[in-house]
């Protein structure tokens, strides 16, 4: 048996292999797929096939929304592990972006009183979609290595300012619709083939930072972001390239990235959860990892 548990929930990119070979356990997030409400696992079989259903609907135009984690499902979700006495350590999503970390707080006192002999950690990793993957396997390989759960909490506190997320999307329309850009901004943007860079700032937040034109423009950006700043002592050397049904761009991003990080970093790819994808929209890549200025994206 594991000495603790390891949660994320389901704004997390993580390849398939790595939930099997780590153990790592999701709490899910619902959705509305023209008004059909859905649940989603990030290490669901059929994960890919899900996704890029979502995205190709999302292009003719379907009507997509999230909603948050509710306290009662982390209760739900924790207490019979609790009381087979597992302890958990929990990695949120980004607070700047969700309440759900605000509900996680909520569900672990309310269990804290009911199970004063477990530990329950949640952890606001300011963090999404392929950046929340990264750090997750990294707090799942620090579990491996024998760090109990209250020193694998501090290094994610330690060590989540150093993830760096770099984001660009296809479509500025929903950035407008999320309130990032004006709609003459996004209406430009369209008609010039313009590309926004973005990143999660300090405060888990998302930034549009600089704009270029054509995907190819974009991710010769992002990598060189990427190499720019790679690398932190101590953290893993690995880079998800999360994706929104863009398979083609994603392997040749990576195929870019591998080439500019060398042989010692490992580059994985993966569809992006819906979760993140209704807000960011279809023809999204990124490349999450850590490096040495989270704000860096030019």
């Not at 759960?149 to 994610?156: M, S, T």
């Not at 600089?210 to 991710?219: D, F, Q, W, Y």
Request: proline share 5%; charged share 25%; glycine share 6%.
């Amino acid at each position: 048996m594991e000495p603790y548990l390891l949660f994320t929930d389901a704004a997390a990119d993580i390849p398939q292999h790595y939930y099997d070979e780590y153990d790592i356990r999701i709490i899910p997030m619902d959705y509305l797929f023209n008004g059909d409400p859905r649940t989603f696992l990030t290490d669901q079989p059929d994960r890919e096939r899900v996704c890029d259903s979502l995205y190709e609907a999302m292009r003719t135009g379907a009507d997509v929304k999230t909603s948050q984690i509710t306290p009662y499902r982390y209760i739900e979700s924790w207490t019979p592990l609790l009381e087979e006495g597992h302890d958990i350590l929990y990695l949120s999503f980004s607070s700047g972006l969700s309440a759900t970390f605000a509900n996680a707080q909520m569900a672990v006192s309310q269990l804290e009183d009911k199970y004063p002999d477990r530990t329950i950690i949640a952890v606001d990793t300011l963090s999404a979609t392929a950046g929340l993957g990264v750090l997750t396997v990294a707090a799942a390989m620090n579990r491996a290595k024998g760090m109990t759960i209250k020193e694998n909490a501090d290094w994610l506190v330690k060590y989540s300012p150093f993830l760096c997320h770099r984001f660009s999307v296809g479509d500025l329309d929903y950035l407008h619709r999320g309130g990032r850009v004006s709609a003459a901004v996004a209406l430009i943007g369209g008609m010039l083939n313009i590309k926004p860079l973005m990143v999660i700032d300090d405060e888990g937040k998302l930034q549009v930072t600089a704009k270029v034109r054509g995907v190819n423009s974009a991710m010769k950006s992002l990598t060189r972001s990427y190499k720019k700043e790679m690398g932190v002592p101590d953290a893993p050397r690995l880079v998800f390239i999360s994706h929104s049904s863009v398979y083609d761009k994603a392997e040749e991003l990576a195929e870019m990235v591998r080439k500019a990080a060398g042989p010692e970093t490992t580059v994985e790819t993966i569809c992006e959860t819906p979760i993140i994808g209704i807000h960011t929209g279809p023809e999204f890549f990124s490349v999450c990892g850590f490096g040495f200025h989270r704000l860096e994206a030019k």
